[in-house]
């Protein structure tokens, strides 16, 4: 027989199951449910069976109730999974180009650093080197500058004075002038037309210049006493220490001078060997003479440059000019001026000074009446009127000289005004001239005459500006 619970076999009539163990006594039937039937007449009783007894049956034990299985444990719910963000697609990398043999194109390894290198300054050393060398060019300039007056200065005497000393310091100042123009030439190539090739011979360019320098101080120095002693007979020790202290100012100007270039070269790890500076000197002095060929033919190159631009700016301007004045005198015919004429530049001062002694104060009349006549055909638009000759005559016999005061004031100030107009400015008005007039008179009598220099400045600068402007 096969077990009710869980199918297995087990041996016949077998009241448990030896697997599961389960009851596999019969069932008892479920009670039916009793049937109500109406009341009605109630049937004859039947006879009264005679009474059996059955025999007793054993009592049976309950079947034990079958464990119901536990539940299966429900799934944990599963958590949606959160919805993935687009990321944006990566930009496509171009097509490498290929090599010469049709591959990939080699990838240049990068230099290695060494660890805690610090980043490159030579470009901040570069600058720093040309403007040390360029302040240093600068000032062995002007000292050359100061030497040429003492070359002159000895020349003089030595033609005047037949003065044979003033030969030899005269020797020597040139000498001096060239050892600092040379040195100046060396910084100035250091600090614009210096390479790593002619680092070297500029460097000791700039030490024999030095060298010179000191040569013919300590040859000034002597010739100085020897000339004292021997031809005046004059010796002090002052003068010694006066000599002395000049020598070692020179000295340490030097040395701070070629000591601070090279060091910068050094810091730029460019620094020549200071024994290597002096060797061959025949070859250095050959690559120095090809950068001064090359710095002044680029220098002339510029020039040439420069020139040509400057040449086509003022032919563009002259035309410019040309087709204003054109214009200009077109609208003055139609308005009906008559033509432009040139207006003289040329007037002077000294012309001024000379004519009116000449003749007796005359030219001073034609003077005034030549300068109102121009002014008015300068300013001619501008509403006002310069007195003429006439005007100017009797006014200053009415207010005893006054007036011509004044007519000096407004000129300036007429002038001054006019002047934007020709696109050039004035600093000097009537106000200027007036008081050169009243207070330059205690200046030994001279105010009058810087007046009139003014007026005559300012009128001739405005008749250049104005025949310019109208092409004459």
């Known amino acids: 027989m096969f077990c009710k619970q869980c199918g297995k076999e087990i041996p016949d009539n077998s009241n448990f199951c030896t697997h599961c163990?389960?009851?596999?006594?019969?069932?008892e039937p479920a009670p039916q449910p009793e049937l109500v039937i109406e009341p009605g007449p109630a049937p004859e009783a039947p006879p009264a069976p005679d009474l059996v007894f059955d025999l007793p049956t054993p009592a049976q034990e309950p079947a034990p109730k079958a464990e119901e299985p536990a539940p299966m444990p429900l799934p944990d719910p599963v958590a949606e999974p959160a919805p993935e963000t687009q990321e944006p697609e990566p930009m496509p990398l171009p097509d490498p180009v290929p090599g010469p043999t049709g591959g990939p194109p080699p990838v240049p390894p990068t230099?290695?650093?060494?660890?805690?290198?610090?980043?490159?300054?030579?470009?901040?050393?570069?600058?720093?080197?040309?403007?040390?060398?360029?302040?240093?060019?600068?000032?062995?300039?002007l000292r050359a500058l100061g030497s040429v007056g003492g070359v002159f200065g000895n020349l003089v005497n030595l033609v005047r004075y037949t003065d044979i000393p003033s030969l030899f310091y005269m020797v020597l100042s040139l000498a001096n002038v060239v050892c600092y123009l040379a040195a100046a030439a060396m910084l100035a190539l250091l600090a614009l037309r210096r390479t790593k090739e002619n680092t070297e011979a500029l460097v000791f360019g700039l030490v024999a210049s030095a060298a010179g320098l000191l040569i013919v101080r300590v040859l000034s120095l002597l010739l100085s006493i020897l000339m004292n002693v021997i031809f005046y007979q004059f010796f002090r020790f002052s003068m010694l220490l006066s000599y002395l202290g000049g020598l070692l100012g020179l000295a340490f100007w030097l040395a701070l001078c070629v000591g601070g270039v090279w060091g910068i070269l050094y810091l730029m790890k460019e620094a020549p060997q200071p024994a290597s500076v002096i060797n061959d000197p025949s070859t250095k002095l050959a690559i120095i003479t090809e950068a001064l060929k090359k710095g002044a033919g680029d220098v002339q190159q510029q020039a040439s440059a420069a020139a040509a631009s400057a040449k086509s700016a003022y032919d563009a301007h002259q035309a410019q000019q040309a087709q204003a004045a054109q214009q200009a005198q077109a609208q003055a015919q139609a308005a009906g001026y008559p033509a432009a004429t040139r207006i003289p530049t040329n007037r002077s001062l000294i012309a001024y000074i000379l004519l009116s002694i000449i003749t007796c104060g005359i030219y001073s009349y034609y003077?005034?009446?030549?300068?109102?006549?121009?002014v008015n055909t300068m300013c001619r638009d501008d509403g006002e009127k310069t007195g003429g000759l006439l005007a100017f005559i009797l006014l200053s016999f009415v207010t005893c000289g006054f007036y011509g005061l004044y007519w000096e004031y407004k000129l300036g100030n007429r002038l001054a005004a006019n002047a934007p107009r020709y696109g050039i400015t004035f600093q000097e008005n009537g106000t200027s001239v007036l008081l050169w007039y009243l207070v330059g008179m205690l200046l030994c009598g001279i105010g009058p005459w810087v007046a009139m220099h003014i007026l005559i400045k300012n009128t001739n600068a405005l008749a250049a500006a104005y025949n310019a402007s109208n092409g004459l």
């Open 367 to 374: 003077f005034i009446y030549s300068v109102a006549r121009d």
């Open 21 to 27: 163990g389960a009851s596999q006594a019969v069932a």
């Open 111 to 141: 230099p290695a650093q060494p660890a805690g290198a610090a980043p490159a300054s030579g470009n901040s050393y570069e600058l720093l080197l040309k403007i040390f060398a360029a302040i240093c060019g600068v000032v062995c300039v």
